[in-house]
């Protein structure tokens, strides 16, 4: 399993961004693909989950207004678009591999950050200026 992030950047407050997180090595259906993101001194936190086999989109509320995750299966990338950015959303931004099963419990009520996972991207760091 590989996920590869990459669309980060410096980027001036209000501006967007559109993060890619490119994966191989499994079968695309077989996991959703979650975005989390850690702040310098800040825990990581859960932001956004997507299966387009199981038709489930999730984010957290804190980032539903300004954050839209999208997939294409058949280039077996999925996409996290930031729109308003603030300086808080700097951060790295990281992609995982997101079991069935989890991804259908976070779809029914449970958050992407109480679950611990296998397989992560790199990262891509993220920086938005004031």
């Known amino acids: 399993v590989q996920l590869v992030e990459s669309g980060g950047g410096l980027v001036q407050a209000g501006g967007s961004l559109r993060l890619s997180c490119a994966a191989s090595?499994?079968?695309?259906?077989?996991?959703?693909i979650g975005w989390f993101r850690q702040a310098p001194g800040k825990e990581r936190e859960g932001l956004s989950c997507?299966?387009?086999?199981?038709?489930?989109?999730w984010y957290a509320d804190h980032v539903k207004d300004r954050f839209t995750i999208s997939s294409n299966p058949a280039a077996k990338t999925v996409y996290l678009e930031i729109d308003s950015l603030k300086p808080e959303d700097t951060a790295v931004y990281y992609c995982?591999?997101?079991?069935?099963?989890?991804?259908?419990?976070?779809?029914?009520?449970?958050?992407?950050?109480?679950?611990?996972?296998?397989?992560w991207g790199q990262g891509t760091q993220v920086t938005v200026s004031s």
């Open positions: 997507i299966s387009s086999s199981d038709a489930i989109e």
């Open positions: 995982v591999a997101v079991p069935r099963d989890l991804a259908a419990a976070i779809a029914s009520g449970r958050d992407l950050g109480q679950y611990e996972y296998d397989h």
């Open positions: 090595g499994f079968t695309f259906d077989d996991y959703a």
